[in-house]
């Protein structure tokens, strides 16, 4: 597990910065634009530079460390902002597929090697996630709306084995508040129901998951300069 470059979801991003709804939303939020760049000095040009600002005032807002320009009007904006940003990235299936799927491609290795006693008899595995890839996660299984997690958000992936049967199933919850230790299952899309079997979810998975060979999955596959500097990761 690491962190890399991904030359084919930048150009993914590039195609979505350019469509007609975030040319339309960033034009409809210049204004708002204007008073982050004033508060910020940083230059916002759209949607996603925008999200970029957010989540940066939104963690000193929740410190107690944003300036006196930052009230609630302010935030509930950058909220939506980060929301927007967020359903634009992951609703197409192919960045959702490449966001989401390395994780969730992980976890379904570390189970079949528990049940196959391969593992070590480790009986949990714990990932530093950003809001992004819970949403990525949440999004892939078709579990829940795309939205901003809130802070110190988690989901928890519970294996569990009916001896009777032989069988194994999973259980997914999720925690969606900073401040809360209550969790609330998911329904993975496969299945319906909150026990999902290890079988029926692993075939639906299978097919929309990214190749294991993630370098030549992320290679380019157009050959034209970006327009622009941001820099974007795979967190895999």
Known sequence: MGVGECPYLFELLEEIRNTEQIKNISRNLREFFDKLETWTGIEINDLFDAWTVADIIQIEALYNKSSSSIDTNVLSQLREIVGLCLYYLLNPFETNRIIGGPLIADIMNNIFSFISNKSNQWKAKIYSAHDTTIS?????????????????????????????????FLKVEYLNSTNSRTTYPIKLLPCGNEMCSIEILNKWIENRLPSKDIKTECMKRKFYQLKYNKKYQLFI
């Open 136 to 168: 990525a996660i949440l999004s892939f299984f078709q579990a829940n709306y795309i939205h901003q997690p809130s802070y110190a958000s988690a989901l928890f992936f519970d294996l569990y084995h009916l001896p009777e049967t032989e069988r194994y």
